[in-house]
């Protein structure tokens, strides 16, 4: 007998599971708690009824629901979505709860002087009267992407349950290290078996994305000479002020801060140093390729300005593309965006086609052969203590994905 639980139920159960990605580790998956709600799930989808359910070494989490009588040779449609959080922001003892939302602030933690203001947060007026989860304002809540995996098992559990609901073989995973880049790095197409597929990852209900930036990062290290500042004129090479001077000749608009849409940007993420040597990190983003091929230019510019300035080998820098727009990719398969605008609006929901700006899993997966336009979960202020994400979402996006991949 399949047990049939709400998307909610589920999500405050992986909400308890602390999944966060490690940036600095040099092991597959980052952390090895991942593994642990890819386990549990594995087996909730056994209970299910899927076929073939199996976490390889890299944490991923594969299945697939079998084929309805007469519907073994349809097209294949998949499902992902991934199980680690960001780790810009505690994940581990979320205390996740529920409360409507009559409007103005929320108090997320009256201790700790933690508040949800309504005047910084303008997308909870559309949330007045319905029932929201929210963290307890020390962590972030996880809905990116726990949300995406338990509105796919819901989903995959309902339609299991409903004899009714034809449906070609519908392969679903989780996967691992999407936060940290690593998302796609061991996706098995192979066992996976789709003919394309949609990743369930995005924000507000109702968003579908099938265009993201071009991607890069870029890591300037700055070699300075440090002198006694007494004895410093014409000797001392002050790397940290170097490094502020390369930042300096960036386009001081093109930054997050000041851009929005398909404008694309420079963004100094990482700057540590003293008068030895200064480290910065940014990611380069744009999501038109010419232009993005002009921002890398810039950067490489910069660095050989300043090298010319301060001597050959003051700044060197490392430089690579991580990922690519999946429009180019997703162009010849706009019937995948046709068939989610049609999925949602039975069941209820206005589609509106958005511009990711940032990455996604399917963007990856599109440019090595998978078509994987990307689907809302319903979430908002994802990776940080904001987050929050409205029950009648997480539950019409299930309506969204049953009518997806089945007919009945």
């Not at 910084?120 to 992407?145: K, N, P, W």
């Not at 197409?189 to 003919?195: G, P």
């Not at 706009?334 to 958005?354: D, N, Q, S, T, W």
Request: glycine residues 10%; contains cysteine; aromatic residues 8%.
């Amino acid at each position: 007998m399949v047990i049939i639980m709400t998307a909610t139920e589920r999500f405050l159960d992986y909400v308890t599971f602390d999944t966060q990605s490690d940036p600095m580790s040099k092991t597959h998956p980052s952390s090895e708690k991942q593994k642990k709600l890819g386990a549990h799930i594995a087996d909730e989808w056994r209970e299910i009824g899927l076929s073939d359910v199996f976490q390889d070494e890299y944490g991923c989490v594969y299945g697939a629901l079998p084929a309805t009588e007469g519907m073994e040779g349809a097209k294949v449609t998949g499902l992902i979505a991934h199980m680690d959080t960001s780790p810009d922001m505690p994940g581990e003892n979320v205390k996740a709860h529920v409360v409507r939302y009559g409007g103005g602030d929320i108090v997320l933690n009256e201790e700790k002087g933690v508040v949800m203001r309504a005047a910084e947060f303008s997308h909870l007026e559309r949330y007045r009267g319905q029932e929201l989860i929210v963290t307890d304002g020390t962590t972030l809540l996880g809905a990116d992407d726990k949300a995406g995996a338990a509105e796919i098992t819901a989903a995959l559990a309902r339609i299991a349950g409903n004899p009714s609901l034809r449906h070609a073989r519908i392969p679903v995973c989780l996967t691992t290290d999407e936060e940290i880049g690593q998302g796609a790095d061991f996706f098995d197409q192979k066992r996976f078996a789709a003919d394309w597929a949609y990743t369930v990852d995005g924000g507000a209900l109702g968003e579908i994305e099938y265009e993201n930036f071009n991607a890069a990062s870029a890591r300037v290290t700055v070699h300075g000479v440090n002198i006694h500042p007494g004895e410093a004129k014409n000797k001392m090479k002050n790397a940290a002020r170097l490094a502020v001077e390369l930042v300096n000749l960036l386009p001081p608009a093109e930054t997050p801060e000041h851009t929005e849409g398909y404008e694309g940007f420079y963004h100094l993420s990482e700057m540590i140093g003293s008068e030895e040597k200064a480290v910065l990190g940014f990611i380069i983003r744009d999501h038109d390729l010419e232009k993005f091929e002009a921002r890398k230019k810039v950067m490489e510019r910069a660095v050989a300005y300043l090298n010319d300035k301060y001597g050959a080998g003051s700044f060197t820098l490392e430089m690579r593309d991580t990922y690519y727009n999946m429009r180019e990719k997703i162009l010849p398969h706009m019937h995948l965006i046709a068939r989610a605008k049609e999925a949602m609006r039975k069941a209820g929901v206005e589609p509106i086609c958005v511009p990711i700006r940032g990455g996604t899993d399917g963007a990856r997966l599109s440019w090595e052969g998978l078509p994987c336009p990307n689907l809302s979960t319903g979430g908002h202020n994802f990776h940080g203590r904001f987050e929050y994400i409205p029950v009648q979402s997480l539950e019409r996006m299930t309506d969204v994905l049953v009518h997806l991949v089945s007919e009945g």
